[in-house]
């Protein structure tokens, strides 16, 4: 299974994100409202379903 480029970018720009804050990605996951391994799956290029209940950007902005 192949992931689409843009899907690959938007990983990496959250995994990015993440390490800058040092968060884990069940930090992240805790934050978005989503599992870990849901994260796992989109940094690696994967998506995450919308009724999954990812929060998106809304997750950036707790400290």
Do not use: C, K
């Not at 390490?19 to 690696?44: C, M, Y």
């Amino acid at each position: 299974m192949r992931s689409h480029p843009d899907r690959l970018r938007s990983g990496s720009t959250t995994r990015e994100l993440r390490e800058q804050r040092s968060w884990t990605q069940g930090q992240l996951a805790e934050a978005a409202g989503i599992s870990q391994p849901a994260v796992a799956r989109f940094e690696a290029g994967g998506t995450v379903h919308s009724s999954n209940g990812w929060r998106g950007r809304s997750a950036w902005s707790w400290s």
